[in-house]
């Protein structure tokens, strides 16, 4: 017969592994389930085929709901993709996104009938196919970023 696994912690004063109170296991899980909502938040959420133009989009609506919040510290890179993207990937990528994001940055300023040809094309990058042309796929991305793509609806 399999014994029931017990979660147990190291008691300073003792120096023996003691179970962890039934109360204070509750409280660890409430703990942790809130650590995972507040990272979900924070998770930025794209359509499949989406533009990096949609994808600030949504990075600035979720700064918008951190200010003020007990998050607050996290306004400058909300979501974390700046620090994401240096710890994951070539410098020439996150270079490059944060040039993409300036720029896109730049352009909210102007009408959409007033891009040049070149502003066309950076307002109409696709996130995925940037990365895939770079050697990242897909996975990749959800993986070492905070974006995850909706799954495509099957008809």
């Known amino acids: 017969m399999k014994e029931k696994f017990v979660p147990q912690f190291l008691d300073p004063e003792s120096g023996e592994m003691k179970p962890i109170p039934p109360e204070r296991l509750a409280e660890i899980k409430r703990e942790e389930k809130d650590l995972e909502k507040q990272e979900r938040a924070k998770t930025i ?7 990096f133009a949609e994808l600030f989009d949504a990075e600035n609506r979720i700064a918008e709901k951190i200010e003020g ?22 410098e020439d990528v996150v270079l490059e996104v944060l040039d993409f994001k300036a720029k896109l940055e730049a352009l909210s300023l102007k009408k959409p009938e007033e891009y040049t040809e070149e502003e066309k094309k950076l307002a109409n ?17 959800e993986t070492f970023l905070p974006i995850k793509f909706k799954k495509k609806k099957q008809t």
């Not at 959420?45 to 533009?51: I, Y």
């Not at 974390?80 to 710890?87: G, I, P, Q, Y």
């Not at 990058?125 to 991305?141: P, Q, R, T």
């Open 69 to 90: 919040s007990e998050d607050e510290e996290d306004v400058g890179d909300p979501t974390h993709l700046v620090s994401e993207l240096w710890d994951n990937f070539d």
């Open 125 to 141: 990058l696709n996130v995925a196919e940037y990365f895939h042309n770079k050697g990242y796929s897909v996975e990749d991305i």
């Open 45 to 51: 959420r794209l359509k499949q085929g989406a533009t």
